[in-house]
């Protein structure tokens, strides 16, 4: 996962009218994420609805995603985390027998870790089940509850998690995203996880982003990274800015369920989403279609 500066898709987990695993999807998912300029495929996350999901299913994806990025020589992180220690090992086993390019886990949110000591101690049996399989630890406070210092995690988890590679971090948290960076950033990788303040994220330093807008925005950000790359900053906050009308305005309805099912326009029914998230509506659909299509197709993402 190491390189230049590179988007990682959150890919949805697409479903067939009667609920199953529609894995026929994966492999012209992935070749979608190739055209528009995606370099990896963050598997079995958020975006993939991955507590919704059987640990069968959740193998079954990462077999169909793996073998799919080879395809499309697409770089594959797995995500194994769970609420069940056994489950996460299984899940990193099998992750690393098909050949993930890289795993990631969030903490456990149901029964959470007391104290960052022993958050450390749960990745470490995590990442130790693969222990050449490059490790980031997925920070996502808003969801998990778990919400420890990171460059402190960084501090005590380098010494005692070989494998540990970086944070997948996708919180708002400037200063600590800066603070890990400036101690760790040699060594160690932030992947930026909040789409609308990618730019937030360029200006700080990290070196990479993960995120669902990747889906079907990628050709935004491309020119977003560009433009701050070569200096033009104004063009650039132009850039970001309609990322946060279409991210916006997909939360008015719901922002998976809305996201998921526009993927639908660019030929790829990823079908419904799995309770307890709600599909959005039909007339929800038609409205926001109305309002995002002459947007996208203005900005050359849809024809």
């Not at 990631?104 to 693969?130: F, T």
């Not at 925005?217 to 560009?226: N, Q, R, S």
């Amino acid at each position: 996962m190491n390189g230049a500066f590179k988007l990682t898709a959150a890919p949805f987990t697409p479903f067939q009218a009667d609920g199953e695993i529609n894995v026929d999807l994966v492999l012209p998912m992935a070749g979608h994420l190739k055209r528009s300029g995606v370099h990896a495929a963050f598997v079995n996350g958020t975006t993939g609805e991955y507590s919704s999901l059987t640990m069968d299913e959740r193998c079954l994806l990462t077999e169909a995603w793996m073998d799919a990025g080879r395809e499309h020589e697409l770089d594959i992180m797995v995500h194994v985390g769970a609420n069940s220690l056994s489950d996460c090992v299984k899940l990193t086993s099998h992750a690393a027998s098909c050949g993930a390019d890289a795993i990631s886990a969030v903490a456990p949110s149901y029964l959470k870790p007391e104290c960052l000591s022993v958050l450390v101690d749960w990745m470490s049996a995590i990442a130790s089940e693969a222990p050449d399989c490059p490790f980031y630890y997925y920070h996502i406070p808003g969801l998990t509850g778990v919400d420890f210092s990171m460059s402190e995690f960084l501090r005590e988890a380098i010494s005692q998690i070989p494998s540990l590679k970086g944070i997948k971090f996708s919180a708002i948290q400037p200063a600590e995203i800066l603070e890990c960076l400036q101690l760790f950033g040699d060594s160690h990788e932030i992947f930026y996880g909040n789409d609308e303040t990618l730019l937030a994220g360029l200006a700080l330093g990290v070196h990479g982003a993960i995120g669902s807008t990747y889906n079907f925005m990628t050709p935004v950000y491309l020119e977003m990274i560009k433009a701050f790359q070569s200096g033009d900053h104004a063009s650039a906050q132009k850039w970001q800015y309609r990322s946060v009308k279409v991210v916006n305005r997909l939360a008015q309805s719901g922002y998976l369920p809305s996201a998921k099912a526009l993927m639908k326009q660019f030929g790829l029914d990823c079908g419904d989403v799995r309770l307890p998230l709600e599909s959005i509506s039909h007339s929800s659909m038609e409205q926001l279609l109305e309002d995002l299509l002459p947007q996208f197709k203005e900005l050359g993402i849809l024809s």
